[in-house]
């Protein structure tokens, strides 16, 4: 973004340098944090007692941050991999759906037994990836369940709240949750843009 800002006001010696600096840290990210025995980024990498260590608590962010920036394109098997993964360990024991921000997340935890609870934000973040490799159809069928299961466990109020309670559906900690409202949004305009820009019907299939 930065190249790309330097490019349109013209100063031509940033360009390289900023493009330069994005290599690095695509590099650096495919080097250190990615893990392909397990098929997922790992977490974070500390060196600060002079030697490595890595933290690989599986992380929804690790993936979306990867997704989001671009780091790799959004056909590329690792991103698969690591989104399939994700999803796979995060949601184990939701019993309502949708997934959770990390392995051994506490926070208002209700269920020892599931990965944690289910937040808005993550689920949408799923949407959000789901949607970018969409080609045809049938590819969104699961972000319009996302969707649905975002107004299905809203409020009758229809605010969101961060999360819900992983068994029951009940809404959990802040609410309402701006983060969570601006995720739906966000999600909910990548749709529409990407049915635009494949030729699909905008209004065949409304969102809730």
């Known amino acids: 973004a930065a190249a790309d800002l330097s490019e349109v006001l013209g100063k031509k010696e940033h360009v390289a340098r ?3 600096a ?7 990210i495919m080097t250190h944090l990615w893990d392909e025995v397990s098929g997922t980024f790992i977490k974070q990498i500390d060196n600060s007692s002079g030697s490595v260590v890595r933290d690989t608590t599986l992380d929804v962010s690790s993936v979306y941050g990867v997704f ?3 780091v790799l394109p959004v056909l590329d098997l690792r991103l698969t991999r690591a989104w399939e993964a994700t999803t796979r360990r995060l949601s184990q024991g939701i019993a309502i ?10 926070y208002f935890r209700v269920d020892p037994n599931a990965a944690g609870n289910p937040w808005v934000i993550t689920t949408l973040w799923y949407a959000e990836y ?3 490799r969409a080609r045809v159809e049938a590819d969104f069928d699961r972000v319009r369940e996302i969707f649905n299961w975002v107004a299905r466990y809203a409020p009758r109020s229809g605010v969101l709240p961060e999360q819900f309670n992983s068994q029951t559906g009940e809404a959990l900690s802040a ?3 701006a983060w969570s409202h601006a995720a739906y949004v966000s ?7 990407r049915r ?11 969102v809730p």
């Open 187 to 193: 999600a909910v305009i990548a749709y529409l843009d």
């Open 22 to 28: 994005a290599q690095e840290i695509q590099t650096g």
């Open 97 to 106: 759906g949708g997934i959770a921000r990390y392995e051994g997340d506490n």
């Open 130 to 132: 789901l949607i970018a």
């Open 175 to 177: 609410m309402p949750l």
């Open 18 to 20: 900023y493009q330069s």
């Open 196 to 206: 635009e820009k494949l030729g699909l019907c905008i209004d065949c299939n409304p």
């Open 68 to 70: 989001s920036f671009g």
